[in-house]
């Protein structure tokens, strides 16, 4: 669900803003309805040979969570473009086979625009250049302990990633539909 044009933004925050409307109901009366909009995010699924890269991540208000690489868009950057800056600051890794895997748009309350992207056949071209307020520890796992990490309550990827992952360890023939996907 998208924002409708007629809501006017009643609250802008560094992460989130707030849209009221008012909405015609089934009975005839009208009543505000309200949604909040978070700035558009990347994640990358990174291919290291048979491998992908899982970060173990830290950050001021939360304790230590498995991760993709990924964030936020930086003013007037593409998700494409976001996607390669995010995976090369946070792992020092880059592609050049970058590929749109997924995308969302929210929920019935939220507007927040994500893409999944697969980077495959990463180098390692740098060190990483961290955020002030991020500690990673970029790691390989195998294809199935990917699959697993959606299993850890704190694994931060987008929900629509995580139901994929859920039915690959469910569903054999779902779960080669994602290698394919991820590996080529």
């Known amino acids: 669900m998208k924002i409708p044009k007629s809501?006017?933004?009643v609250f802008e925050g560094v992460l989130f803003n707030v849209y009221h409307w008012q909405q015609k109901m089934f009975d005839g009366t009208t009543q505000t309805f309200e949604m909040i909009s978070r700035k558009p995010s990347v994640d990358v699924i990174a291919t290291v040979g048979n491998n992908i890269l899982l970060l173990q991540q830290e950050q001021p208000t939360k304790p230590l969570?498995?991760?993709l690489p990924g964030g936020m868009l930086e003013e007037e950057e593409s998700h494409k473009i976001a996607a390669k800056r995010e995976l090369l600051e946070e792992t020092g890794y880059s592609s050049?086979?970058?590929k749109l895997l997924f995308e969302w748009e929210g929920k019935s309350k939220?507007?927040?625009h994500e893409c999944t992207f697969v980077a495959r056949e990463c180098k390692k071209v740098q060190?990483?250049?961290l955020d002030g307020g991020e500690k990673i520890r970029v790691?390989?796992?195998s294809?199935?302990?990917f699959l697993q990490s959606c299993r850890n309550p704190l694994f931060t990827a987008p929900l629509g990633l995580k139901f994929i992952m859920y039915e690959a360890l469910l569903?054999?023939?779902k779960k080669e539909e994602l290698r394919k996907m991820i590996y080529g």
């Open 110 to 112: 939220e507007f927040f």
């Open 171 to 173: 569903d054999e023939k």
């Open 7 to 9: 809501a006017q933004k």
């Open 96 to 98: 050049s086979k970058l």
């Open 143 to 145: 294809f199935d302990d």
């Open 139 to 141: 790691t390989l796992v």
């Open 65 to 67: 969570f498995p991760s």
């Open 127 to 129: 060190e990483q250049h």
